[in-house]
């Protein structure tokens, strides 16, 4: 799978941005329709599109639970119609004038203009199941899913409205990326900066379920997604902190089957409950009614 | 003057020098040799300033790794008066790599936190090079709830090249305690001060690196990603690892420059493993005053503070509709 590429890298919160390759890459996007046929990432099938689509794009072979863009979740998970998005307005800088193979300032322009976003993470309001919440995901798409200040800034202002707001908190995380390296130091800083909002917002007695899908790796994981008071997370998802290249090249062994899997979080105790992709909305409704909805 | 069992290709001038200034010494001496040990060693000083006070990035980081650089357990003796090791996290085990004590400072009594690489080879093995497994950060936290509990400043110093890459580490939730230990410095009812004085490697330094203030020794590093790993990811190969360290503005003055720090600790000429007892006591000289300005504070406002210290920063631009 994809995740595993994702996976690789670094012994840090930041992990590997495949973002760097080059132009376009000849193999497929992930949700990019170019078919009729997609092939399987879990399980290799050649599977009729429309049909995984009608599955909310899980593989009716294998049930392996393939990208979603961060609209398409929003659209998946809330009423029809409900979502407000909030801070679209804020775009990337880049404060260090970064520059690897090529300027981060025409990397950004690049992403932007192939995935329609403006940064990783897409925030706002919505009801799921006429339930009012806050509702934030980042979108994997985006150099990985990364963390940089603008996913740090609009995921830290979600987490003030819903504490102002008194709103329950949905964050799905989909971030092989961990903390966006383009933006240094100030990327590890956005962390923090969530996790403080976090803090606050727990102590004002607020919901925060965080719900961890392929991939969630790095400075994500290791900061909001683990936050959770709930934390759901899709089947056979890859989530942990290090890539599963990085590990394999520090401890020089192979790594167990279904390492790092939500499966292996769970048996681990680090998540709640696994939920399917067409569990996910009556789940968290659920939740929300046990602890008590509103703060 | 540290004997410099390990010495980096930048600093052979220094070592030429300070090697004739040894054999002078060594020689019985008239007045011709006096004047030229005298001006031998205002060469050597000269020397030291001009190669550390233009340390490219790369070397920032070679000399932030230097194996004689003074470690948290060095400061421990040198800056405290006392310091009473706790161990464990009362869960699963007793990280080498994390020192968690008692210590008095000043007038104080604090809670002392830091990565610890080990100084022997047996000793950096077992402290995995500075690399802290989740139960280290337990017994991090686990201590700083001890020290809110009663009262006791938390002083932090931040020394990893970043958190443990294994399974075991992993299997026990890695990036879990690293997101709950932020989680619980954001609102620790007490003064929190860290100080990088070596690697600040990502996650695993911001996992005790939430502080009031947080400063960093002159030639230490402080990075997102190690610049090995991020040239292994955007160049292809960890041999652009001097492009990387450049590219990721990692250096202290980048670091005071966004805001990320409060301070830096000049370090002596020659860096801080020629000098650990004067650096020592720069350190201590930073802790102490900076101490003082904290524990005045009332702790609701110092928790707000530090709330809006972290809210800052970002940068970002707001497109107008």
Redesign the interface.
Known sequence: MTASDAG??????????SA?APGPPPRPKRGVPEGLWKKCDGCGATIYRKEAEELLNVCPQCGFHWYVSAAERISQLLDPGTFEECDS?????D??G????KPYAERLVAEQKRTGL?DAALTGTGMIRARRVACGVTDSAFIMGSMG??V??RL?RLVERATDQKLPLIIISASGGG???H???????????V??????Y??AGGLFISVLTNPTM??V???????GDLCFAEPRAL?????PR??KA??R?E??KG??TSE?LLE???VDRIVARKDLKSEIARAIDYCGGAI | MAHGLHRLPLEKPIYEIEDRIIALEAAPVGGQEQEKLRLLKRELVELQRKVFGNLDPWQTVEVARHPDRPKTSDYLHMVFDEFVELHGDKSFGDDPAMLTGFAKLDRHKVLVIGHQKGKTLAERQACHFGCAHPEGYRKAMGKMRLAAKYGLPVICLIDTPGAYPGVGAEERGQAQVIAESMFLMASLPVPIVCVVIGEGGSGGALGIGVGDRVAILEHAYYSVISPEGCAGILWKSAEYKADAARALRMRSRDLAEFGVVDAVIDEPAGGAHREPRQMASRLKTYLVRTLRELVEKPVESLVDARYEKFRRMGVFAEATA
């Open positions: 690789a890298a670094a012994s840090g919160s930041a992990t590997p941005a760097d307005d804020l775009r990337p800088a404060p260090l970064f520059r690897d193979k403006s200040s603008v740090g800034e830290t903390a966006r390296m933006e240094g130091i100030i990327s590890l800083m956005q962390m923090a900066k996790s403080a909002a976090l803090a606050r727990s102590r790095g400075g994981a290791a900061s909001f997604a683990s936050l989530i942990g902190f290090a890539g990085t590990i520090t401890i062994v790594l167990p390492f790092q292996f681990h105790g680090f």
